[in-house]
């Protein structure tokens, strides 16, 4: 019954930064793995950043280490996605999603997904 929502998303100059929240409601995030995915038009679906449920370790995709971190706030039930030094490319519907199992790119791993966020990086 876990429900998550993201929020943050926007429209922002290249150079720019942007902080996405992913909210949860109906049970802890606490012992879930959280994922932050996004979709461009016409591409598929890539994992970009997780956080693991037990010991809080985090990875990161290449096209955006050392520009994102992922951090999770257990008082607040909720995980962030600090994005900087953003690019054209990094446009794209962005997603947060909850599994059981330790960080993963597959998108079958996890059970429960957000509505999305739109992230436009523009002129």
């Given at each position: 019954?876990?429900?998550?929502?993201?929020s943050g998303?926007?429209?922002?100059?290249?150079?720019?930064?942007?902080?996405?929240?992913?909210?949860?409601?109906?049970?802890?995030?606490?012992?879930?793995?959280?994922?932050w995915f996004?979709?461009?038009?016409?591409?598929?679906?890539?994992?970009?950043?997780?956080?693991?449920?037990?010991?809080?370790?985090?990875?990161?995709?290449?096209?955006?280490?050392?520009?994102?971190?992922?951090?999770?706030?257990?008082?607040?039930?909720?995980?962030?996605?600090?994005?900087?030094?953003?690019?054209?490319?990094?446009?794209?519907?962005?997603?947060?999603?909850?599994?059981?199992?330790?960080?993963?790119?597959?998108?079958?791993?996890?059970?429960?997904?957000?509505?999305?966020?739109?992230?436009?990086?523009?002129?």
């Open positions: 019954q876990l429900q998550l929502v993201e998303g926007g429209l922002v100059q290249p150079g720019g930064s942007l902080r996405l929240s992913c909210a949860a409601s109906g049970a802890t995030m606490d012992y879930y793995t959280i994922g996004r979709q461009a038009p016409g591409k598929e679906r890539e994992g970009i950043s997780c956080i693991n449920s037990g010991d809080d370790t985090t990875k990161y995709s290449g096209s955006v280490k050392g520009r994102f971190t992922i951090s999770r706030d257990r008082a607040a039930n909720r995980v962030f996605l600090q994005m900087n030094s953003l690019t054209p490319d990094d446009t794209g519907v962005y997603y947060c999603a909850a599994g059981g199992f330790h960080c993963s790119w597959l998108p079958g791993a996890y059970g429960s997904w957000g509505q999305g966020t739109q992230v436009t990086v523009s002129s």
